[in-house]
């Protein structure tokens, strides 16, 4: 039997507020881990992505902090700036008090605002390391009445390198506070930090927490040896249609320059890393919700934590290196409850790279041939058709009747249709260069394309 959540004692005001946001019963991690948090006890929490482990963390902070002590007394640090913002507006929906403050502390946003915010009086920071650290340094933010600490992503932030940091944050924090580590993912060295960070820490792991959702259809598409990688991301787009889509990249050049492909065919697409400001990954990020992009390109910045409501495919554009990342980009899809699809675009170099990856989730990821002109054709007739359904259902089409008719003097209304049709199939991006250049890539030289996937290698270890 599941607990509901004022079983799990948290109190009838925020189980209202809960309720009012569509949160019916508490998902397993929360289930288990809320009571825990609630008695004060360190944790390391272990879910699958996308099963509410912000919730799981965030509920009992706030039943814990008191409103009426106007100072910080939780300590959320996140490795990226998005996901800061994101875990804050998650604790501000759930928190049911206008009187308590929850405030998000990332860089690359002026500094004087979040200063003067918390002159009059936050009660939960959620940061990234370098700017709680600057805040510190100015002696705006104090941690010495800090009692719930969270590390969210922990392996990232071991990955990031920002356990330095979180040690100095950590020294300023008094010693009976309590800790807990979050991921979906968690290696050997969180564990020995563990140690060293957390007091005889509870260890929550529900669900398989390595493996993905198996709401997520897995697939890769072969990119057969000499063929454009770029040309058969286009091919595998059209064929699939996706409705949303983070395509991951490893480089911020790559980002760009793909991007750039495919806006130039036509699609609604946008570039995602860390070479944009502040500003402009917020409004991309926002526009990307309200479903004006499309398709995202991004770097691994994305990978972690990040919420899409409904978003329907992730594409590894390659494979990546590490297990981990693979279970992160995809974990994007197939949350809360909903289904998603996961493409990975494997060369023949990156078969074995799969397989592993497929081992370690402990799902078949089912191989697919590149899409062939005859797919896309077929798929765009596909969508044609329903668009010619849904106009034969409109009011539009009376007043194009006359025309019809002056038309039909002189030709077969059959062949009228089939020249409309021809304009309306040829809105399409030109899928002759498309293939063509797929074509084009199979007669390069085994060389120059050993060369070009040797040179794609030497950049995925640059920066996102
Ligand atoms: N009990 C619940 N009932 C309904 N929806 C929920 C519940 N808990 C969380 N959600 C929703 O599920 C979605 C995913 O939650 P969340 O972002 O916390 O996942 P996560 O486990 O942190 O994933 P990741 O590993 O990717 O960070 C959010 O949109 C959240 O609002
Ligand atoms: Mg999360």
Not at 282 to 288: D, K
Request: overall charge neutral.
């Amino acid at each position: 039997m599941t607990l509901s959540f004022e079983q799990l004692g948290l109190s009838a005001q925020r189980v209202a507020c809960l309720k009012s946001l569509g949160f019916e019963a508490p998902t397993p991690i929360q289930s288990q881990a809320i009571p825990i948090f609630l008695e004060g006890r360190d944790l390391i929490g272990q879910a699958q992505t996308g099963t509410g482990k912000t919730a799981a963390f965030s509920l009992p902070i706030l039943e814990r902090v008191n409103p009426d002590l106007k100072v910080v007394q939780a300590l959320i640090l996140t490795p990226t700036r998005e996901l800061a913002m994101q875990v804050s507006q998650a604790m501000q929906s759930f928190k049911a008090d206008a009187a308590l403050r929850v405030l998000a502390v990332y860089g690359g946003q002026a500094i004087d605002p979040q200063i003067a915010q918390l002159k009059r009086g936050v009660h939960i920071v959620v940061g990234t390391p370098g700017r709680v650290l600057d805040l510190l340094e100015r002696q705006v933010l104090k941690l010495d009445h800090v009692n719930c600490f969270v590390l969210d992503e922990a392996d990232e932030m071991l990955n990031m390198g920002f356990i330095p940091d979180v040690t100095t944050i950590l020294n300023q924090v008094p010693e009976t506070r309590q800790a807990a580590f979050f991921s979906a993912t968690m290696s050997p060295a969180i564990f020995r930090l563990a140690k060293q960070f957390l007091d005889n820490p509870v260890n929550i792991k529900v669900e398989m927490p390595q493996a993905t959702p198996n709401r997520i259809r897995q697939i890769g598409y072969a990119v057969p040896r000499r063929w454009s990688r770029p040309a058969v991301l286009q091919a595998v787009l059209e064929l699939e249609d996706p409705t949303s889509a983070i395509i991951f990249v490893q480089t911020r050049r790559e980002a760009a320059d793909l991007t750039q492909r495919l806006q130039s065919a036509g699609y609604s697409a946008d570039e995602y890393h860390g070479d944009l400001s502040q500003h402009q990954r917020e409004r991309l990020l926002h526009r990307f919700k309200q479903g004006s992009v499309r398709w995202v390109v991004a770097t691994d910045i994305a990978a972690r934590g990040i919420h899409v409501d409904e978003l329907s495919h992730v594409i590894n554009y390659t494979v990546p290196d590490q297990h981990e990342t693979y279970v992160h980009r995809i974990g994007r899809t197939g949350r809360a409850g909903s289904c998603g699809t996961a493409i990975s675009l494997v060369h023949p170099t990156e078969r074995y790279q799969l397989r592993g990856i497929g081992h370690h989730v402990n799902q078949e990821i089912q191989m697919l041939p590149a899409p062939t002109r005859a797919q896309i054709e077929a798929r765009r007739f596909e969508h044609l058709t329903t668009q010619i359904q849904d106009v034969l259902q409109g009011e539009r089409l009376a007043s194009f009747l006359p025309l019809v008719s002056e038309l039909s003097e002189e030709y077969d209304t059959r062949a009228i249709a089939a020249a409309a049709l021809q304009l309306a199939f040829d809105q399409y991006p030109p899928i002759g260069n498309q293939l063509d250049a797929i074509y084009q890539g199979k007669s390069r030289s085994r060389a120059t394309s050993a060369r070009s996937e040797r040179s794609r290698k030497s950049l995925s270890t640059k920066g996102v």
